[in-house]
C-alpha cells in the first residue's frame, strides 16, 4: 500500500505551451500523488488556465514540448472525452451555457459514457435520479438548476456550484479547479469549498488554480506553487499561500528579474 | 431544357383543353374563382428567379418535367384505411386521408368529433355547405400576386374542408394525411379551407407520405379563417423523398382576441417552398409561426413568410431554425407590415441557421415595413457553425465528439419542437429529428410520422 502511494498520478515534465506562435508555458514541471492537494497560484497571464486547458485537451493550444503522464498514460495522446474517461475532470473557469440540453441529460449520457468506458452497463433511470439526488444533496445544489439547460442563466455561483454538482457525479481522479472562487460570493464560495472537501479521498487528488488565498482557507493545500510567466518558480507548503496573500506577486516579479 | 414560357405555355392548354373537366363538380363560386385565378396566372406565370420574391428558389427544374395531372377523382384500387395507419403511440388524432390531394372517398366515419364539425373534401363543402364555403373559399389566397397561388386556384378541384361551430372545442387533433400514390409521375393541386368560429379550438396536424418513389410535384394552398376568441394549431409536417418538389402556401386571417400557433417542420423533400401569410386583421390577436427545417444533400427548403399587422395591439412571434448539411440550400424571408393604424403592435422575428458543412448555403431576409410609430418590433438573423466552446465543454465530460455534435445540434432545432402544443406529438417529433440528425432516416420513405404500410 505504501508504494501505491508513492507512484505518481499525474507527472508532466518540460512542458511546453504556446498559442498562435507565442508561448504561454515555458517549461512546467509538476508531479501530483494521489491523495494530494495542489494550489497554483500566480498573476493573471501567468498561464494558470492554460496549464488547466491543456490537461483537459482543449485543442486551442499548441503543445511545442515535454511530456505529460497520467497514471502511467500519455495524456497528451488523448481525447478530450478519453481524457475525462481516464479520470481527468476540469472545473472551467467559466462554464459555458447551453441551451436546449437539459442538465439530466446531459450528466445521464456523460456518467453512462463513462460506465462504458470501466465496462460498465449503463444505468436505469431510476438509479441514475437516485444518484443525482445524492451528488445534490452533497454539493447543496438546488434541484431547479438541474432540472434546466446546462447552465443556461445561472449566476456566476450557480454555474460553479454546477461544476462541483458534475464533478461528484463523474467522480474523477483527478480535479483541476480553474479559478472556481472567481466570482463568489463567501456562501457559494464555502459551498463549492465543502463539495470539494467531501469529494476528496485518498485515491483523487486535486489543483486548485487561484490567485487569492481566500479559498485556499476552505481547501486546504498540501503543496502551493506559483506560476509566473510560464514556469512554476516556487513550490512550497501551505504557508505560502499566506505569505502571496500579504505581500501579493510584486516580490515574485523581482525575483524573477521583472 | 424548356423555358419558362414553355411551361406556362402548357398550363395553359391544360387549363383550356381541360376546362370541361376542371368545371365539372366543381360549385359556380368555384370555378368563377378559377376563372379569375387563370386571368391571374396568365399575367404572371411560373415565377422564376426574376421575380424578387423567388430569387432563392430555381423552379424551372421543378416546373419543367411531364407530370401526370388528375382532374378527376381517381378511384383508388386498394383501401387506404388499411394501407395506412399511423403508429405514434399514444397519439390518438381524428385522421382523414387524401390521395394525391382528393379527400379520399373511403375515409373512415369520424365519430368522436363534437357535434356540428364538419371534415369533409372541399368539392363536397361547395355542394353540401355553400353558405360557409362561399364565405371564406378564395377570399384569402391572394392570387394576383404569386402565380403558384394563382395556378393553384385556377386548377384546384378538391382538398380538405374543416369546419369548426361557433363554440366548440376539439379535444383531439384533426389529423390530414395526403397520401401521394401514383404509377407514374404526378403533380397533384390541392385546396384546403379552413373554418374556425368564435369561441371555437382545433389543432390541426398536416402531413405528407409519398407511397411511390415516382416525382411528385405537390401544389397546395390552404385558407384560414380563425374567428373571434378562437383558439387554433396547424402543424406542418413534411416529410417526402428527395424526388419531390413541396409548394405549399398558407393563409390564415385571424379576428380579434384569436390566437393562432403553426410549426411548419420540413425533414424531407427535394425542393420545398413554403408561402406562410398572416393577416391580423382585428385587434387584440397573438400569432405565433414557427418553423424548422433540416438539409443535407441537394436539398433545398425556402421560407416565405409574412405577418401583417393590420390592426393595433397585435402580437406577433415569428421564429424559423435551420441545420443545413453538405450542398443544402435555403432561404428564409421574413417580412413584417405594421399598417399606419397599427399602433401597439408587439412583433418579434427571428431566423437562426446552423451551417454543417463548406457548401451549405443560406440566404436570410428579414423585412421590416413599420408604417405605426408606437410599436415594438425586432428581428434577429444568424447564421453560424457549431460552437466550438460548446463542444468542448461537452467533451471535457467524457462525451465523444459525434455524440456531442448530436446533442448540440439536437438542443438547436428543440426550442422549435418545444412549442408545439401536442404533447405526444412533440414527443415523437424529438424522436425524429434526433434521428434525422444522426442521419438514420437519410432514405426517407415513410412519413413524418412514421406509419406501417
Known amino acids: 500500500m505504501g508504494k501505491k502511494l508513492n507512484i505518481e498520478m499525474l507527472s508532466i515534465k518540460n512542458l511546453h505551451v504556446s498559442i498562435e506562435g507565442k508561448d504561454i508555458l515555458k517549461g512546467i514541471n509538476l508531479d501530483v500523488k494521489p491523495g494530494e492537494v495542489h494550489a497554483i497560484m500566480g498573476p493573471n497571464g501567468a498561464g494558470k488556465s492554460t496549464l488547466a486547458s491543456v490537461l483537459a485537451g482543449r485543442d486551442l493550444f499548441n503543445v511545442t514540448e515535454g511530456e505529460v503522464n497520467f497514471q502511467g498514460k500519455d495524456l497528451l495522446d488523448m481525447e478530450p472525452e478519453d481524457r475525462a474517461k481516464e479520470g481527468i475532470f476540469l472545473g472551467f473557469q467559466y462554464p459555458i451555457e447551453i441551451p436546449g440540453v437539459s442538465t439530466v441529460n446531459f450528466m445521464k449520457t456523460a456518467v453512462n459514457e463513462h460506465r462504458k468506458y470501466k465496462g460498465l452497463d449503463p444505468l436505469s433511470a431510476s438509479d441514475f435520479l437516485k444518484l443525482m439526488r445524492e451528488k445534490k444533496s452533497l454539493v447543496e445544489i438546488d434541484s431547479k438548476l438541474t432540472n434546466r439547460s446546462v447552465n443556461e442563466g445561472f449566476s456566476g455561483g450557480e454555474k460553479k456550484k454546477n461544476e462541483i454538482f458534475q464533478m461528484a457525479m463523474l467522480e474523477p481522479k483527478l480535479a483541476v479547479l480553474d479559478e472556481t472562487d472567481s466570482g463568489l460570493d463567501i456562501d457559494a464560495l464555502r459551498v463549492v469549498a465543502n463539495g470539494v472537501n467531501k469529494l476528496k479521498t485518498r485515491d483523487n487528488a486535486t489543483i486548485v488554480i487561484t490567485h487569492y488565498q481566500r479559498l485556499l482557507d476552505y481547501i486546504v493545500p498540501d503543496v502551493v506553487h506559483v506560476l509566473y510567466d510560464g514556469r512554476i518558480v516556487k513550490t512550497a507548503g501551505k504557508e505560502l499561500a499566506l505569505e502571496l496573500e500579504e505581500k501579493g506577486y510584486d516580490w515574485i516579479k523581482e525575483e524573477n528579474g521583472k | ?453
Not at chain 2, 380 to 407: H, N, S
Open chain 2, 1 to 453: 431544357m424548356a423555358d419558362i414560357n414553355t411551361i406556362n405555355k402548357d398550363f395553359a392548354d391544360l387549363f383550356n383543353q381541360g376546362n370541361e373537366l376542371l368545371l365539372e363538380g366543381s360549385s359556380d363560386v368555384m370555378n368563377e374563382t378559377r376563372k379569375n385565378a387563370f386571368q391571374d396566372f396568365s399575367k404572371l406565370g411560373v415565377p422564376t428567379r426574376a421575380n424578387e420574391n423567388y430569387k432563392y428558389t430555381n423552379l424551372i427544374p421543378a416546373f419543367d418535367h411531364p407530370y401526370n395531372v388528375n382532374l378527376r377523382y381517381q378511384q383508388v384500387d386498394v383501401d387506404l384505411n388499411e394501407i395506412f395507419q399511423c403508429d405514434v403511440p399514444e397519439l390518438d388524432t381524428n385522421m382523414v386521408l387524401l390521395t394525391n390531394g382528393w379527400y379520399y372517398g373511403n375515409n373512415k366515419e369520424l365519430t368522436e368529433l363534437p357535434k356540428g364539425v364538419i371534415i369533409c373534401g372541399v368539392q363536397e363543402a361547395a355542394e353540401k355547405y355553400p353558405e360557409i364555403f362561399n364565405a371564406h373559399y378564395g377570399k384569402y389566397a391572394k392570387t394576383d400576386e404569386d402565380g403558384v397561388v394563382a395556378l393553384n386556384t385556377a386548377l384546384a378541384k378538391d382538398g380538405f374542408f374543416i369546419y369548426v361551430p361557433k363554440g366548440v372545442v376539439i379535444e383531439k387533433p384533426i389529423q390530414v394525411v395526403n397520401l401521394l400514390r401514383s404509377d407514374r409521375d404526378l403533380m397533384a393541386t390541392q385546396r384546403n379551407l379552413i373554418v374556425v368560429e368564435e369561441n371555437a379550438q382545433a389543432k390541426i396536424i398536416v402531413c405528407d407520405h409519398t407511397l411511390t418513389h415516382h416525382k411528385y410535384l405537390t401544389n397546395s394552398v390552404t385558407e384560414v379563417n380563425v374567428a373571434r376568441n378562437a383558439i387554433f394549431d396547424l402543424y406542418t409536417l413534411q416529410n417526402q423523398h428527395l424526388n419531390s418538389v413541396i409548394l405549399n402556401s398558407t393563409f390564415i386571417r385571424q379576428e380579434s382576441n384569436s390566437n393562432v400557433l403553426s410549426n411548419t417542420i420540413s425533414l424531407y423533400g427535394g425542393t420545398i417552398r413554403n408561402n406562410h401569410h398572416v393577416i391580423l386583421d382585428e385587434e387584440h390577436c397573438e400569432n405565433n409561426t414557427f418553423g424548422m427545417y433540416l438539409m443535407d444533400r441537394d436539398q433545398h427548403v425556402d421560407n416565405f413568410t409574412s405577418i401583417d399587422h393590420a390592426k393595433p395591439n397585435c402580437l406577433s412571434n415569428e421564429h424559423f431554425k435551420g441545420v443545413m448539411d453538405d450542398q443544402a440550400s435555403g432561404a428564409f424571408a421574413g417580412r413584417i407590415f405594421v399598417r399606419r393604424d397599427a399602433q401597439q403592435t408587439q412583433a418579434f422575428q427571428s431566423n437562426n441557421n446552423l451551417l454543417l458543412s463548406n457548401d451549405a448555403v443560406i440566404n436570410t431576409k428579414p423585412q421590416l415595413v413599420i408604417d405605426a410609430d408606437d410599436v415594438k418590433c425586432s428581428h434577429g438573423a444568424t447564421v453560424g457553425q457549431m460552437d466550438e466552446d460548446a463542444l468542448f465543454y461537452l467533451r471535457a465530460r467524457g462525451i465523444d465528439e459525434k455524440e456531442a455534435r448530436q446533442m448540440l445540434m439536437f438542443a438547436f432545432a428543440h426550442e422549435i419542437i418545444e412549442k408545439i402544443r401536442v404533447e405526444p406529438l412533440k414527443e415523437r417529433i424529438d424522436e425524429l429529428v434526433d434521428k434525422r440528425l444522426r442521419g438514420e432516416i437519410s432514405k426517407c420513405n415513410t412519413c413524418a410520422i412514421a406509419c406501417n404500410h
